[in-house]
Nanobody
Framework: QVQLVESGGGLVQAGGSLRLSCAASGLTFSSYAMGWFRQAPGKEREFVSHISSSGGYTSSADSVKGRFTISRDNAKKMVYLQMNSLKPEDTAVYYC???????????????WGQGTQVTVSS
C-alpha cells in the first residue's frame, strides 16, 4: 500500500519560510519522479515543483522560482519543499505526488498525499 504523508505546513507571516516534507512508503521511491502541487480555495490544483527520480533534474513554476526549492533523499524516501520569501498568495493546501513520468500535469502522477495547509498572513 503506497502512502505519501506530508508535514511541515502551518501559519507564517509574509516573508517567512517553511519547509514541507513528504514521507513515502510502499513504493520503490528511487524509481519515481516526485512533485509538489497546491490548491487554494476556489481554485484548481496547480503545479509547484518537481524532481526527477535521481534528483538530478528539478523544475518549478514561474510563480515560485527563486523562492522555493525541491529536493529529495532517496535513502530516506523523503521529498522536501523549502519555501522562502512566502507571500499571501502562496496560501494553499500543498500536496506531494509520485509518478512514473516527470510532468507538470497532475493526471500524470499515480499517488497523492493528503495535503498540508500553508497559510501566509500579510
Amino acid at each position: 500500500q503506497v502512502q505519501l504523508v506530508e508535514s511541515g505546513g502551518g501559519l507564517v507571516q509574509a516573508g517567512g519560510s517553511l519547509r514541507l516534507s513528504c514521507a513515502a512508503s510502499g513504493l520503490t521511491f528511487s524509481s519515481y519522479a516526485m512533485g509538489w502541487f497546491r490548491q487554494a480555495p476556489g481554485k484548481e490544483r496547480e503545479f509547484v515543483s518537481h524532481i526527477s527520480s535521481s534528483g538530478g533534474y528539478t523544475s518549478s513554476a514561474d510563480s515560485v522560482k527563486g523562492r522555493f526549492t525541491i529536493s529529495r533523499d532517496n535513502a530516506k524516501k523523503m521529498v522536501y519543499l523549502q519555501m522562502n520569501s512566502l507571500k499571501p498568495e502562496d496560501t494553499a493546501v500543498y500536496y506531494c505526488a509520485a509518478g512514473t513520468v516527470l510532468t507538470t500535469k497532475s493526471p500524470g502522477y499515480n499517488y497523492w498525499g493528503q495535503g498540508t495547509q500553508v497559510t501566509v498572513s500579510s
